[in-house]
């Protein structure tokens, strides 16, 4: 077997000596897979926070801590960049739109605005004439 | 607002690390410009190419070599890249040559692995989890 290297060794310390149980980290992957596979449906953060089997104030907490980020923001910034890709494939914005689980066209724009500073007609815009 | 647009990895050989960073890591050449016995030498993601700049940078002051040597030889990464599924970047790069000092662990919210550039660096690479 390979000898580990310094940096290894102490990588390992560093995790050991972590505040978080490694199955706290398996149960909010787990709830972020679930956000992954569920995101072009109305998903409540109470059923996020079940896929992680946690309450949810104790959820958010904790994603927040491992992640940077809140669940909320998360799903948003997914939600977003499936839309991105979508609006590549040449999909129109209102099927973009139900496609990443918005069922408001209003309140889609405004949150692909406010993701990527573009609303998504002039994203789609500046896509086909990239293409050209 | 002040932005982050290069980062600087010291190299021992410009012309081995343009070659290492794009034939093997995938990185697309931005930059050339010579500049005496060097270049300013960057690359770029190439799924990014208006993203931050890697400045391939020769090594020449005696002291980062010390520094760097130390580095490698404990193994530790000088930087680091995300990778979207590392496992499969490990096989491939794996495959072409690539030497790991360390195969992909999980730690944490991130599985990780540190791969030899040939050019005098341990570099990390990282997928989020």
Redesign the interface.
């Known amino acids: 077997m390979k000898k580990k290297t310094y940096y290894e060794t102490q990588l390992e310390k560093v995790i050991e000596q972590s505040a978080l149980p490694e199955y706290h980290y398996l149960q909010v992957r787990q709830s972020k897979d679930f956000m992954e596979k569920c995101y072009s449906e109305k998903i409540e953060l109470d059923k996020i926070a079940m896929a992680a089997c946690m309450s949810r104030f104790h959820y958010i907490r904790l994603f927040q801590t491992i992640y940077g980020t809140t669940p909320r923001q998360y799903l948003k910034d997914l939600r977003i960049n499936k839309a991105k890709e979508l609006i590549k494939n040449g999909l129109s914005v209102a099927q973009v739109c139900y496609e990443v689980g918005y069922d408001s066209l209003q309140t889609f724009s405004s949150a692909f605005k406010r993701g990527t500073g573009f609303s998504p007609r002039e994203y789609q815009k500046m896509n086909i004439s990239n293409r050209e | 607002m002040i932005k982050i647009h290069v980062t600087s990895l010291l190299v021992d050989d410009q012309e081995k690390a343009l070659k290492f960073y794009t034939e093997k890591l995938g990185f697309v050449k931005k930059t050339e410009i010579p500049l005496g016995e060097h270049k300013w030498l960057t690359v770029v993601a190439a799924n990014e190419l208006n993203g931050v700049e890697l400045v391939l940078e020769p090594i020449g002051f005696e002291p980062a070599k010390t520094y760097q040597k130390a580095l490698k030889d404990?193994?530790?990464?000088l930087t680091s890249f995300k990778v979207d599924d590392l496992n499969k970047e490990y096989e491939r790069l794996k495959s072409e040559g690539v030497k790991f000092?360390?195969e992909p662990?999980t730690?944490?919210?991130v599985i990780m692995a540190?791969l030899d550039d040939t050019c005098g660096n341990?570099i990390q690479l990282v997928q989020?989890?």
């Open positions: 404990a193994g530790i990464p000092s360390m662990k730690m944490g919210p540190v341990n989020k989890l």
